[in-house]
Protein backbone atom coordinates (compact mmCIF):
# COMPACT_ATOMS: atom_id res chain seq x y z
CA UNK A 1 0.00 0.00 0.00
CA UNK A 2 2.95 2.44 0.72
CA UNK A 3 4.14 1.53 -2.81
CA UNK A 4 0.97 2.38 -4.06
CA UNK A 5 0.95 5.76 -2.26
CA UNK A 6 4.22 6.57 -3.84
CA UNK A 7 3.34 6.01 -6.89
CA UNK A 8 0.03 7.17 -6.35
CA UNK A 9 -2.26 5.47 -7.35
CA UNK A 10 -5.59 5.64 -7.25
CA UNK A 11 -7.61 2.73 -4.88
CA UNK A 12 -10.79 1.49 -5.82
CA UNK A 13 -12.76 -1.16 -3.81
CA UNK A 14 -15.12 -3.52 -5.94
CA UNK A 15 -15.48 -7.29 -6.04
CA UNK A 16 -14.23 -8.22 -8.59
CA UNK A 17 -15.97 -10.81 -9.68
CA UNK A 18 -18.70 -8.45 -10.39
CA UNK A 19 -19.26 -6.18 -13.52
CA UNK A 20 -16.56 -2.99 -12.63
CA UNK A 21 -16.87 0.37 -11.96
CA UNK A 22 -14.87 2.06 -14.42
CA UNK A 23 -15.72 3.86 -17.44
CA UNK A 24 -12.26 3.75 -19.28
CA UNK A 25 -10.05 0.35 -20.02
CA UNK A 26 -6.80 -0.04 -18.57
CA UNK A 27 -3.02 -1.12 -20.43
CA UNK A 28 -2.11 -2.97 -17.89
CA UNK A 29 -3.94 -5.24 -15.47
CA UNK A 30 -2.40 -8.12 -12.49
CA UNK A 31 -5.18 -10.11 -11.20
CA UNK A 32 -3.58 -11.65 -8.76
CA UNK A 33 -6.69 -13.71 -7.49
CA UNK A 34 -7.55 -15.44 -4.21
CA UNK A 35 -6.26 -18.77 -4.43
CA UNK A 36 -6.21 -21.77 -2.46
CA UNK A 37 -2.59 -21.18 -1.87
CA UNK A 38 -1.03 -24.70 -1.99
CA UNK A 39 2.12 -23.14 -3.27
CA UNK A 40 2.66 -21.66 -0.08
CA UNK A 41 2.42 -24.88 2.25
CA UNK A 42 6.08 -24.61 2.84
CA UNK A 43 5.00 -21.55 4.90
CA UNK A 44 1.46 -22.49 5.40
CA UNK A 45 1.55 -26.02 6.32
CA UNK A 46 -2.02 -25.53 8.09
CA UNK A 47 -3.08 -25.23 4.32
CA UNK A 48 -3.34 -28.96 4.41
CA UNK A 49 -6.10 -29.20 6.86
CA UNK A 50 -8.12 -26.52 6.11
CA UNK A 51 -8.63 -27.30 2.41
CA UNK A 52 -11.75 -29.21 1.76
CA UNK A 53 -12.64 -31.45 -1.52
CA UNK A 54 -15.54 -28.55 -2.33
CA UNK A 55 -12.62 -25.46 -2.41
CA UNK A 56 -10.65 -26.18 -5.53
CA UNK A 57 -14.27 -25.54 -7.59
CA UNK A 58 -15.67 -22.70 -5.21
CA UNK A 59 -11.94 -21.01 -5.78
CA UNK A 60 -11.77 -21.97 -9.47
CA UNK A 61 -15.70 -20.28 -10.46
CA UNK A 62 -14.65 -17.32 -8.62
CA UNK A 63 -11.18 -17.21 -10.74
CA UNK A 64 -13.30 -17.52 -13.86
CA UNK A 65 -15.39 -14.81 -13.28
CA UNK A 66 -12.92 -12.39 -11.96
CA UNK A 67 -10.71 -12.87 -14.68
CA UNK A 68 -13.65 -12.57 -16.88
CA UNK A 69 -13.91 -9.22 -16.09
CA UNK A 70 -10.95 -8.09 -15.74
CA UNK A 71 -10.57 -8.83 -19.67
CA UNK A 72 -13.82 -6.24 -20.02
CA UNK A 73 -11.49 -4.08 -18.73
CA UNK A 74 -8.43 -4.77 -20.87
CA UNK A 75 -7.17 -2.05 -23.59
CA UNK A 76 -7.32 -3.07 -27.25
CA UNK A 77 -3.10 -3.67 -27.22
CA UNK A 78 -2.88 -3.61 -23.29
CA UNK A 79 -1.71 -7.15 -21.41
CA UNK A 80 -2.59 -8.69 -18.61
CA UNK A 81 -1.17 -11.00 -16.03
CA UNK A 82 -2.83 -13.54 -14.31
CA UNK A 83 -1.54 -15.17 -11.03
CA UNK A 84 -1.95 -17.29 -8.30
CA UNK A 85 0.27 -19.01 -5.42
CA UNK A 86 -1.48 -22.14 -6.51
CA UNK A 87 0.04 -24.85 -7.79
CA UNK A 88 -3.46 -26.46 -8.78
CA UNK A 89 -4.52 -26.99 -12.33
CA UNK A 90 -7.95 -26.08 -11.65
CA UNK A 91 -6.81 -22.77 -9.97
CA UNK A 92 -4.22 -22.09 -13.37
CA UNK A 93 -4.54 -24.04 -16.34
CA UNK A 94 -8.00 -24.78 -16.11
CA UNK A 95 -8.97 -21.21 -15.52
CA UNK A 96 -7.30 -19.64 -18.80
CA UNK A 97 -8.90 -22.59 -21.09
CA UNK A 98 -12.20 -21.70 -19.13
CA UNK A 99 -12.02 -17.96 -20.29
CA UNK A 100 -9.55 -18.36 -23.41
CA UNK A 101 -10.17 -21.74 -24.46
CA UNK A 102 -6.98 -21.70 -24.53
CA UNK A 103 -3.36 -21.79 -23.04
CA UNK A 104 -1.32 -18.02 -23.46
CA UNK A 105 2.18 -18.84 -24.79
CA UNK A 106 3.73 -16.95 -22.00
CA UNK A 107 3.44 -18.78 -18.63
CA UNK A 108 5.39 -19.09 -15.62
CA UNK A 109 5.40 -21.92 -13.17
CA UNK A 110 7.86 -21.71 -10.19
CA UNK A 111 7.74 -25.05 -7.88
CA UNK A 112 8.73 -25.22 -4.68
CA UNK A 113 11.57 -28.00 -4.30
CA UNK A 114 12.60 -26.97 -7.36
CA UNK A 115 12.56 -23.16 -7.40
CA UNK A 116 13.68 -21.09 -4.53
CA UNK A 117 10.53 -19.82 -2.38
CA UNK A 118 7.00 -20.33 -2.87
CA UNK A 119 5.23 -22.07 -5.31
CA UNK A 120 3.67 -19.67 -7.72
CA UNK A 121 1.93 -19.70 -11.39
CA UNK A 122 1.55 -16.63 -13.89
CA UNK A 123 0.33 -15.98 -17.61
CA UNK A 124 0.91 -13.39 -19.64
CA UNK A 125 -2.42 -12.73 -21.56
CA UNK A 126 -2.58 -10.27 -24.49
CA UNK A 127 -5.72 -8.18 -25.79
CA UNK A 128 -7.49 -9.51 -28.60
C1 LIG B 1 -3.47 -13.24 -3.55
S1 LIG B 1 -4.22 -11.91 -2.71
C2 LIG B 1 -3.51 -10.50 -3.49
C3 LIG B 1 -2.31 -10.04 -2.76
C4 LIG B 1 -1.73 -8.73 -3.27
N1 LIG B 1 -1.21 -8.91 -4.61
C5 LIG B 1 -0.64 -8.24 -2.35
O1 LIG B 1 0.53 -8.29 -2.71
O2 LIG B 1 -1.00 -7.84 -1.25
C6 LIG B 1 -5.86 -11.90 -3.37
C7 LIG B 1 -6.67 -10.69 -2.93
O3 LIG B 1 -7.94 -10.72 -3.58
C8 LIG B 1 -8.90 -10.18 -2.68
N2 LIG B 1 -10.23 -10.64 -3.13
C9 LIG B 1 -10.87 -11.78 -2.81
N3 LIG B 1 -12.06 -11.85 -3.44
C10 LIG B 1 -12.17 -10.70 -4.17
C11 LIG B 1 -13.17 -10.17 -5.00
N4 LIG B 1 -14.31 -10.84 -5.26
N5 LIG B 1 -12.95 -8.95 -5.59
C12 LIG B 1 -11.81 -8.28 -5.36
N6 LIG B 1 -10.80 -8.73 -4.57
C13 LIG B 1 -10.99 -9.93 -3.97
C14 LIG B 1 -8.47 -10.68 -1.33
O4 LIG B 1 -8.94 -9.84 -0.33
C15 LIG B 1 -6.94 -10.63 -1.45
O5 LIG B 1 -6.46 -9.40 -0.97
Given at each position: ??????????????D????????????????????????????????????????????????????????????????????????????N??????V?????????????G?D??D?F????????
Amino acid sequence: MAALKELRCGRVVADVSEPLPFRRRFERILLDAPCSGTGTLGRNPEIKWRMQPSDLPRFHDRQVKMLTRALDALAPGGRLVYSTCSLEREENEAVLEKVLGRLPDKILRRLPGVDPGDGFFAAVIPSN
